[in-house]
Antibody
Framework: QVQLVESGGGVVQPGRSLRLSCAAS????????MHWVRQAPGKGLECVAV????????YYADSVKGRFTISRDNSRKTLHLQMNSLRPDDSAVYYC??????????WGKGTTVTVSS | QTVVTQEPSFSVSPGGTVTLTCGLS?????????PSWYQQTPGQPPRTLIY???TRSSGVPDRFSGSILGNKAALTITGAQADDESDYYC??????????FGGGTKLTVL
């Protein structure tokens, strides 16, 4: 069945880096745009980044632009989010989601990132 | 800065009908914004209900419907059930790959 499994979350100090991954299965990964969406504790959803099906374009929320990089490996059916210069307000559950550019239709269960000294 | 607005909370009686709305601080929501709707219960990932204004995602019952009402996107739930009690988020596509979620509506069924 269609499945997205995130990994790579953890506790990290402010200013450090972390790389999240999302393993896709059960569908043709290379034909979908992929998103990272985050949710801070007790807060709403926030689009973090999106990447075209072929990796040709990426878009970022202003809050992460210049610090985060979204990438994908279609041969390995894997999505990544490289997060640099992490700040406490980046603490959240990070969800990987499949979709088109303007919506998501399948979601992973999420991985938790905590930025704290 | 564009803000997507939703009612913070709403309540509906079991079996009743409720319409949640989604607006834009900078103007109207239209079909070109391709509004989508997501349901989330505590501790769970979001579930996609509606995309492209009014297309139900796979497996979503027809009790859920999407539309444009006036200058807002709308999610209507008919025949509300106890397990519809959730947070509901709308998302609006703005431009250049940028989409924005609303703050969410907490729906109570009582």
């Amino acid at each position: 069945q269609v499945q997205l499994v995130e990994s790579g979350g953890g506790v990290v100090q402010p200013g450090r880096s972390l790389r999240l991954s999302c393993a896709a299965s059960g569908f043709t990964f290379s034909t979908y745009a992929m998103h990272w969406v985050r949710q801070a504790p007790g807060k709403g959803l926030e689009c973090v980044a999106v990447i075209y099906y072929d990796g040709s374009n990426q878009y970022y929320a202003d809050s992460v632009k210049g610090r985060f990089t979204i990438s994908r490996d279609n041969s390995r059916k894997t999505l990544h989010l490289q997060m640099n210069s992490l700040r406490p307000d980046d603490s959240a559950v990070y969800y990987c989601a499949r979709g088109l550019l303007d919506y998501m239709d399948v979601w992973g269960k999420g991985t938790t990132v905590t930025v704290s000294s | 800065q564009t803000v997507v607005t939703q009612e913070p909370s709403f309540s509906v009686s079991p079996g009743g009908t409720v319409t949640l709305t989604c607006g834009l601080s900078s103007g109207s929501v239209s079909t070109t914004n391709n509004p989508s709707w997501y349901q989330q219960t505590p501790g769970q990932p979001p579930r996609t209900l509606i995309y492209s204004t009014n297309t139900r995602s796979s497996g979503v019952p027809d009790r859920f419907s999407g539309s444009i009402l006036g200058n807002k996107a709308a999610l209507t739930i008919t025949g509300a059930q106890a397990d519809d009690e959730s947070d509901y988020y709308c998302m609006v596509y703005i431009h250049n790959g940028i989409s924005i979620f609303g703050g969410g509506t907490k729906l109570t069924v009582l």
